[in-house]
Nanobody, 124 residues
Framework: QVQLVESGGGLVQAGGSLRLSCIGS????????MGWFRQAPGKERAFVAT????????DYADSVKGRFTISRDNAKNSMYLQMNTLKPEDTAVYYC?????????????????WGQGTQVTVSS
């Protein structure tokens, strides 16, 4: 059974950095586009970043462009989100997801496999 497990969340002050990791089990992850989403209390799950199966394409939500970097290491079945210059509005549960396709995807409906989420809290 293919699973995704996130880690790396925590409490950080505004301006600080965190690096989220997502480890997948099962060969399907290697051929999947993947993404990061986040959900703040009382809000819908929102797109953060996406990366193609081979890392050749990436894209970001406007709110995180220039601050966050998505990457992956298929040899380790892993994906990462480097988050710099964090702001209080970045506070949310962050989820990694895998799509049933190779190329970048933006919508939750395009992802078929989700992790359990990791909490990121940015204090002002």
């Amino acid at each position: 059974q293919v699973q995704l497990v996130e880690s790396g969340g925590g409490l950080v002050q505004a301006g600080g950095s965190l690096r989220l990791s997502c480890i997948g089990s099962g060969h399907a992850i290697i051929t999947s586009a993947m993404g990061w989403f986040r959900q703040a209390p009382g809000k819908e799950r929102a797109f953060v970043a996406t990366i193609a199966w081979d890392g050749s394409s990436t894209d970001y939500a406007d709110s995180v462009k220039g601050r966050f970097t998505i990457s992956r290491d298929n040899a380790k079945n892993s994906m990462y989100l480097q988050m710099n210059t964090l702001k209080p509005e970045d506070t949310a549960v962050y989820y990694c997801a895998a799509a049933a396709d190779y190329d970048i995807k933006y919508h939750t409906s395009e992802y078929h496999l989700w992790g359990q989420g990791t909490q990121v809290t940015v204090s002002s």
